[in-house]
T-cell receptor, first 112, second 117 residues
Framework: SQQGEEDPQALSIQEGENATMNCSYKTSINNLQWYRQNSGRGLVHLILIRSNEREKHSGRLRVTLDTSKKSSSLLITASRAADTASYFCATGRSYNTDKLIFGTGTRLQVFP | GAVVSQHPSWVICKSGTSVKIECRSLDFQATTMFWYRQFPKQSLMLMATSNEGSKATYEQGVEKDKFLINHASLTLSTLTVTSAHPEDSSFYIC?????????????FGPGTRLTVL
């Protein structure tokens, strides 16, 4: 399977704490994206990082990419109860032509 | 902007019947749309890539005759689950890639929950 793996599978934290999720993938990529999914709902695009980038920020989100290790991390700072959701990484192998391969996901629970 | 809708949001049907799910890009054109299925507490698995005006490209292991895809216009793709059986019960999600702007971002619909009795 080409599917990437994420760890941890589940993460429980208190509001205000930081949450870190890791994603590993198997093939060379053009970009890596992070999505959020609330229970039983569609996916919301969070951030995209390209293979020639090492770090990207968006609000309370920080994403890093290490192509030599084929891994990425998503950091959510100062977490809120509303951040409770499943988070998926997805890799794209080429610009504008290819499908996304999703990781296994991390279920984040933020307690108030 | 970049809103994708799906209809219906949920459907319950009897075994042996066919179910059609629509995926629409509401405010942009999408030559390419994607269909995924997701089992409870699992990740998304790509089923097929839908291309406007041409045949869909199916992933390995996905039955073309079982899951019929029609991409009739630049804003609409449909997935028909033919002769549905209980094992087809799942959450089906579509996504669309805009023909303009950042083409490597996919915008996802809210999903359709299919339950086959």
């Amino acid at each position: 399977s080409q599917q990437g793996e994420e760890d941890p599978q589940a993460l429980s934290i208190q509001e205000g704490e930081n949450a870190t999720m890791n994603c590993s993938y198997k093939t060379s990529i053009n970009n890596l994206q992070w999505y959020r999914q609330n229970s039983g709902r569609g996916l919301v695009h969070l951030i995209l990082i390209r293979s020639n980038e090492r770090e990207k920020h968006s609000g309370r989100l920080r994403v890093t990419l290490d192509t030599s290790k084929k891994s990425s991390s998503l950091l959510i700072t100062a977490s809120r109860a509303a951040d409770t959701a499943s988070y998926f990484c997805a890799t794209g192998r080429s610009y504008n032509t290819d499908k996304l391969i999703f990781g296994t996901g991390t279920r984040l629970q933020v307690f108030p | 902007g970049a809103v994708v809708s799906q209809h219906p949001s949920w459907v319950i049907c009897k075994s042996g019947t066919s179910v059609k799910i629509e995926c629409r890009s509401l405010d942009f054109q999408a030559t390419t749309m994607f269909w995924y299925r997701q089992f409870p507490k699992q990740s998304l698995m790509l089923m097929a890539t839908s291309n406007e005006g041409s045949k869909a490209t199916y992933e390995q292991g996905v039955e073309k005759d079982k899951f019929l895809i029609n991409h009739a216009s630049l804003t609409l793709s449909t997935l028909t689950v033919t002769s549905a059986h209980p094992e087809d019960s799942s959450f089906y999600i579509c996504s669309a890639r805009s023909d303009r702007g950042q083409r490597d971002t996919q915008y996802f619909g809210p999903g359709t929950r299919l339950t086959v009795l």
